[in-house]
């Protein structure tokens, strides 16, 4: 806990107000037939892919922000346009809760922090969107999911790929099987990364390992491949470099027991370039190369058929079809329990790797 603790100083997350800062008059050009989306925690992502984003999207718009560094707040708001008002910070966010223009609350912070402050937005009552990995384990998942249940708020999960729409064509050939039963399937991710400094990313306990960070995409990848949910994984982890890989592995190598002779093989890793997602079936093959990437995400199949539809940002369609699940009262596209199932799988592969044996999953 005193690692986490250290993160909350570092970050800023236990200041208690920004009264130190100067008033900026900003006058509100919302338009309200969008929903207003708040970010929590202002970090890359949000800086320079979610906010751009909402720049792009039809349903949803920019209004308020959490963050705990108050050296952000002035910038934001004059690139923006977010009034005082509609700033938080950790402390204050329940307070959105009385805010007419925030609609919806994307938590953004590091995995080990999500079910804390997701919790925290599904009790304002407003609706809450999660980045993926969607926590730690499968008990803070069940957690975040009850806590929006119990305000009758819907959540949304950021797995942007499926809302990619060469990504959402293999999620229909998961029903509509066009070469036959898939006999194997195999996603795998990685970067050949030299020095991964020291990111929230590299520190177990706030939720780092790339087995959280991008080996969700592998699993949640063959899961809407395969249409099905594994029933036991075997698993094993790798570092060739303990020097850099002091707390999270450098490799994980997993495989996926989908039942019925159906198997899948994933991996992520630091130590090379990968990024595969392929589908062998009784007559034929396919396969995105990139399966995850912010642009360039496509492929082929075996017939010759192109997988080649490309959309200007991921991001702005994740949003926007998120925001009219609530707009429209639909069920939303990636939901709590689609995360949590992830997770239940990380968990029992990191058993696997620990014991040496296989691990059923329920």
Known sequence: MQKRRDFIKKTGLLLGGISILPNYAFTSNFQKEKLGVCLVGLGNYSENLLAPALQLTQHCELRGIVTGSPEKIPLWQKKHGIPDKNVYNYKTMGAIADNADIDVIYIVLPTGLHSEYA??????????????????????????????????????????????PNTKTVIEWSTTKPFGKIETVKAEIGFKTGNPGNSWRMDKELGGGLIYDVGVYSINAMRYTTGQNPISVVGNHKNTRPELFKEVEETTNFTLDFGNGLLGTGKTTAAESVNILRADCEKGWYKLQPFQSYTGVGGKASDGTLLNTYIENQQARQMDDDALAILENKPVMVPGQDGLRDIAIVEAINKSAATGEEVKIY
Request: with cysteine; glycine share 4%.
């Open 119 to 164: 919790i925290k937005a599904a009790n304002t009552g407003k609706h809450v969107w999660c980045e993926k990995p969607m926590a730690k384990t499968v008990e803070e998942c069940q957690a975040i999911i009850d806590a929006c249940n119990k305000n009758k708020v819907k959540l949304s999960i950021g797995y942007r790929m499926q809302h990619e």
